[in-house]
Each structure stands twice: as structure tokens, then as C-alpha cells.
Nanobody
């Protein structure tokens, strides 16, 4: 059974920083990992992803402020969030995709940025 364990959300003032972590366990051949977010009454959107060959993508809204990375075992993904803005407030979900294109999601962690 594949499991995604997220941590690191919380409440921070605008301009502050948070670091999210997500560890993937279970039998899975990971080809991509990333973070999505969903704000109230909005659709879930990609924040950042990292794939095979260290291919990285960021949403335009977070470029230059957020940094995605992985550990050496490629089973943990991190999201360093700096210069946070109130519009970054959302539930952040860890996501991974395996070699057979199956997708798995974490339970979500709340990030709240106060102005």
C-alpha cells in the first residue's frame, strides 16, 4: 500500500517562510512528485513538481519564492516556501505518480498566511 505522509503546514505572517515535507512509502516506482494546492472555492492547482531527470516545474505565481527538492532516496519531497503571501493560503497536497501513471495523494496540510 502506498502512503504519503505530509508535514510542515501552519500559520505564518506575510513575508514569512514554511517548509513542507512529504514522505512516500510502499511499493512504488516513482517517476514524479509534487505539490498541489486548493484554496476555498477554487480548483486544485499545481504548485511545483519534480520528475525523472530532475525536471522541475513551478506555477508562475510561485516562481522565485518556492523551491521544490527531493532527498537522495527520491522518496521524500520538500517544498520550501519563502516570501509567503496571503494568496498562498490553501490546503497543500502532496502528489506522486508511478511508472504505470497511477497517481497518489496525501491527506493535505493547511497553510495560512496572514496579512
Amino acid at each position: 500500500q502506498v502512503k504519503l505522509d505530509e508535514s510542515g503546514g501552519g500559520l505564518v505572517q506575510a513575508g514569512g517562510s514554511l517548509r513542507l515535507s512529504c514522505r512516500v512509502s510502499g511499493r512504488i516506482s516513482i517517476v514524479a512528485m509534487g505539490w498541489y494546492r486548493q484554496a476555498p472555492e477554487k480548483q486544485r492547482e499545481l504548485v511545483a513538481s519534480i520528475g525523472v531527470g530532475h525536471r522541475i516545474n513551478y506555477a508562475d505565481s510561485v516562481k522565485g519564492r518556492f523551491t521544490i527538492s527531493q532527498n537522495n532516496a527520491y522518496n521524500t519531497v520538500y517544498l520550501q516556501m519563502d516570501s509567503l503571501k496571503p494568496e498562498d493560503t490553501a490546503v497543500y497536497y502532496c502528489h506522486t505518480r508511478d511508472f504505470n501513471t497511477r497517481e497518489y495523494w496525501g491527506q493535505g496540510t493547511q497553510v495560512t498566511v496572514s496579512s
